[in-house]
């Protein structure tokens, strides 16, 4: 099993940065790919960024250039470092893990901002 907290959301205004972190604990080992993805009031899900074990990352184009994934793998943490926020990027975000037991999603954190 796996469990997944993310943290860093919060308000700010157009322009400005945040990064979110993605703390994984449990059966960490076989975690292949870890992500985050975000969803807006009335739409769907859908991926941000992802990160492979010992690949490059990808982005959606919506953030490309503007956000970077990155993993720490001693702190077992995934970041997302979010600059030049609109306030269409206003959503709650999602880490998602790739592990052989299946997909884990950890709890959302919202990011609010401001025009």
């Known amino acids: 099993q796996v469990q997944l907290v993310e943290s860093g959301g919060g308000l700010v205004q157009a322009g400005g940065s945040l990064r979110l972190s993605c703390a994984a604990s449990?059966?960490?080992?076989?975690?292949?790919?870890m992500a985050w993805y975000r969803q807006a009031p009335g739409k769907q899900r859908e991926l941000v960024a992802a990160?492979?074990?010992?690949?490059?990352?990808n982005y959606a184009d919506s953030v490309k250039g503007r956000f970077t994934i990155s993993r720490d793998n001693a702190k077992n943490t995934v970041y997302l470092q979010m600059n030049s926020l609109k306030p269409e990027d206003t959503a709650v975000y999602y880490c998602?893990?790739?592990?052989?037991?299946?997909?884990?999603w950890g709890q959302g954190t919202q990011v609010t901002v401001s025009s």
């Open positions: 998602k893990a790739n592990h052989y037991r299946g997909d884990y």
């Open positions: 449990g059966s960490i080992f076989s975690i292949y790919l």
């Open positions: 990160i492979p074990s010992g690949g490059r990352a």
